[in-house]
């Protein structure tokens, strides 16, 4: 398939800068995946919306302030990191910022001097691997000195980091949030598990990669960067539960929907699971754990949409977004959200 199949015009207006100030205030368009149907609700409807037995399973990953403003040791010369992956205590890949001079053996400091780091190595993409030094957690200082990672279509300042993480963010290590959850409120939560609505968790840390853009004109040869997740054996056994009584498994967001069916495709089977995945959903894929996904409104040509096609239909779900873009919805990270089913 070509990437320009899956794109879309959007008025730049459409995309939301600030998040409501209610969760659940946010809208919720209903797309029915065997007919197109398209219907128009709220996030606060969503427990109208399922059924008791359904599941959904939620990614706890939590973000983390990984942009780091910070000075070369020598020279006292502006630098920006962004953190994507720790590959082992201490070590972490990032995205250096000016990198023409960050050589192997570069030297920084942040925080004024709460943190230093020197490059390690240089790899294929032009990414760094940085040792950091520090005293006490290393987390900690990050809340601490660094600031959220906003995409770069948002421009507006961010005044409360919690409004990038989910009401149930747990596991420190994403470097974008997992927006789809963005939604949900604890009063929500409680709704849907008094209506006999089970909840379950996994955790995948969303790398950038996610996001970065698909360069190849046939998708087929675009490479998806890999992500950590962790299937514990409740959620794995929620599912199977679920599955065997006739619920349905809704996947909240796509970070969940990947690690459901990364563990499916690795295993032939829900179990309990840990390690990376760079799985790509595009039409064509074969789904074998999720029924219903709940999702915001993805980028024109990004993998996000390429997946959510997978999952309800390419000409559904680009028709889905003309009506959205008519009924004037707010797209991507702090805009609107879909339930296909």
């Known amino acids: 398939m070509k990437k320009s199949d ?8 459409r995309i939301a800068q600030e998040p409501l ?29 399922l059924l008791p037995g359904d599941c959904l399973i939620l990614n706890n990953s939590r973000v983390l302030p990984a942009r780091l403003y910070g000075n070369r040791e020598k020279t006292g010369g502006r630098v920006e990191f962004v953190l994507l992956n720790e590959k082992k205590r201490d070590e972490w890949e990032v ?50 000195i660094g600031e959220m990672p906003l995409p770069h279509y948002i421009t507006h300042r961010l005044k409360d980091k919690e409004r990038y993480q989910t009401v149930y963010a747990k596991e420190s290590g994403s470097a974008a949030a997992p927006t789809a959850g963005l939604h949900f409120t604890p009063e929500l939560l409680e709704h849907l598990r008094q209506k ?4 379950g968790y996994v955790t995948l840390h969303v790398g950038l990669g996610t996001f970065r853009p698909v360069k ?4 087929e040869k675009h490479v998806m960067h890999s992500e950590h997740y962790e299937l514990p054996e409740e959620t794995a056994a929620l ?49 074998q754990v999720l029924d219903a996904l709940i999702t915001n409104f993805h980028l024109p040509e990004s993998t996000l949409i390429m997946l959510v ?11 889905a977004y003309q009506e959205a873009i008519a009924e004037q919805y707010r797209f991507y990270s702090f805009g609107d959200a879909m339930l296909l089913y």
């Open 95 to 144: 995205i250096l910022r000016p990198g023409r001079t960050a050589r192997v053996g570069a030297r920084y400091v942040f925080g004024g001097g709460l943190l230093k780091a020197e490059v390690l190595e240089i790899i294929e993409d032009g990414n760094r691997i940085v040792r950091f030094e520090h005293e006490g957690d290393f987390y900690r200082l990050i809340e601490q």
């Open 216 to 219: 190849a004109d046939t998708i």
């Open 21 to 49: 100030a209610q969760r659940d205030q946010s809208r919720l368009m209903t797309l029915d995946r065997a007919t197109g149907a398209v219907g128009h609700r709220h996030f606060y409807d969503l427990p109208d919306l």
């Open 239 to 287: 599912i199977r539960e679920t599955k065997a009584s006739g619920g349905r498994v809704v996947g909240v967001g796509t970070t969940s929907c990947r690690t459901l069916e990364s563990v499916a495709q690795r295993y032939g089977e829900i179990r309990a699971a840990e390690g990376w995945t760079d799985i790509f959903i595009y039409p064509g894929f074969q789904f």
């Open 309 to 319: 096609s997978a999952f309800a239909g390419r000409e559904h779900v680009l028709h």
């Open 6 to 13: 899956f794109y879309y015009d959007l008025p730049p207006e």
């Open 196 to 199: 006999g609505v089970r909840i």
